[in-house]
Nanobody, 126 residues
Framework: QVQLVESGGGLVQTGGSLRLSCAASGGTFSGYHMGWFRQAPGKEREFVAAISRTGSTYYADSVKGRFTISRDNAKNTVYLQMVNLKAEETAVYYC????????????????????WGRGTQVTVSS
């Protein structure tokens, strides 16, 4: 059983930056594909970014060029570096893990992921 704990959220002004972290325990982290999703108030959860166990990365069009996902297998941690944040990106950001699926399409799907963290709040003030 994998446990995921997100951290690094907070309040930032429009145009600011944050780095989210997701620490994993209880499994072989290097064997998992990892994803970041977010859910804004009153909206559905949506894909943000994913990184495969081999390091391939995938991004939602809305964050491409501003967000960077990375992983440190030695620390069992996946990161999401966010720059030039926008007010509409205020949301709870969730980390997720999956073993089985690795292609671009499936790693963008909520239903593909087996394990989820509880989320970290990111608030971008305008």
């Amino acid at each position: 059983q994998v446990q995921l704990v997100e951290s690094g959220g907070g309040l930032v002004q429009t145009g600011g930056s944050l780095r989210l972290s997701c620490a994993a325990s209880g499994g072989t982290f290097s064997g998992y594909h990892m994803g970041w999703f977010r859910q804004a108030p009153g909206k559905e959860r949506e894909f943000v970014a994913a990184i495969s166990r081999t390091g391939s990365t995938y991004y939602a069009d809305s964050v491409k060029g501003r967000f960077t996902i990375s992983r440190d297998n030695a620390k069992n941690t996946v990161y999401l570096q966010m720059v030039n944040l926008k007010a509409e990106e205020t949301a709870v950001y969730y980390c997720a893990a999956v073993i089985r699926y690795s292609d671009d399409y499936l790693l963008r799907q909520i239903r593909s992921y087996n394990y989820w963290g509880r989320g970290t709040q990111v608030t971008v003030s305008s």
